[in-house]
């Protein structure tokens, strides 16, 4: 597509339920990023997937959140058993990078909003 | 991964009034430096990025950063202001090979 999608854009849940982020890269994208901002927060880093490689699960806070890339172009972030302090703008980002010419540009989707209940 | 600090958590300024972010890197090798901005309620877009050559680097809206290898900044300049520039801006800076690491973010609110 022409930008980065995710969805839902908004997500409402109660605490202790399981939600998905869906994120759609730009077409031929090899990088994806998830970041989290919590509100008058700044970026956190949660998970990053470069071609095949081992994706960089650094980020993540807790083995609650996970995340996978499937066929190397949309990604899926799960959180299980959701908790208030869950509550974020979930973003996704992606690069046109490959090993050899990483130059780090990253295109920003619009977010998904987490409220927990 | 690289370490990036942006000095100023909250920039208040006048309209028509110049403003400088400042942004510092830990990297001494050769890095890509980017600034991007969020607008209230909207998503991150790039406002200017130095890959390589002018150590002056123009973005869009009028803003302008200055890449200094020796002092490792990647200070961002306006010289005059509009309310619409009200936003947080956001340094990032990537290695070849390695993922993008962002700054803390500055919020800039410009007041008439």
């Known amino acids: 597509g022409a930008g980065v999608s995710q969805s839902p854009s908004n997500k409402v849940t109660e605490k202790g339920k399981d939600v998905e982020l869906r994120c759609d890269p730009i077409?031929?994208?090899?990088?994806l990023y998830w970041y989290r901002q919590s509100l008058g927060q700044g970026l956190e880093f949660l998970i990053y997937f470069q071609g095949n490689s081992a994706p960089d699960k650094s980020g993540l806070p807790s083995d609650r959140f996970s995340a996978e890339r499937t066929g190397g172009s949309v990604s899926t972030l799960t959180i299980q058993r959701t908790q208030q302090e869950d509550s974020a703008v979930y973003l996704c980002?992606?690069?046109?990078?490959?090993?050899?010419?990483?130059?780090?540009?990253?295109?920003f989707g619009e977010g998904s909003r987490l409220t927990v209940l | 991964a690289q370490s990036v600090t942006q000095l100023d958590s909250q920039v208040p300024v006048f309209e028509e009034a110049p403003v400088e972010l400042r942004c510092n890197y830990s990297?001494?090798?050769?890095?890509?430096l980017f600034w991007y901005v969020q607008y209230p309620n909207q998503g991150l877009q790039l406002l200017l990025k130095?890959?390589?050559?002018?150590?002056l680097v123009k973005g869009i809206n009028g803003f302008e950063a200055e890449f200094n290898k020796s002092q490792t900044s990647f200070h961002l300049r306006k010289p005059s202001v509009h309310i619409s520039d009200t936003a947080e801006y956001f340094c990032a800076v990537s290695r070849r090979k390695e993922k993008l690491s962002f700054g803390a973010g500055t919020t800039v609110t410009v007041r008439a």
């Open positions: 990297s001494s090798v050769s890095v890509y």
């Open positions: 077409s031929g994208h090899t990088a």
């Open positions: 980002a992606s690069s046109a990078t490959g090993l050899a010419s990483n130059t780090g540009e990253l295109f």
């Open positions: 130095y890959l390589s050559g002018s150590t």
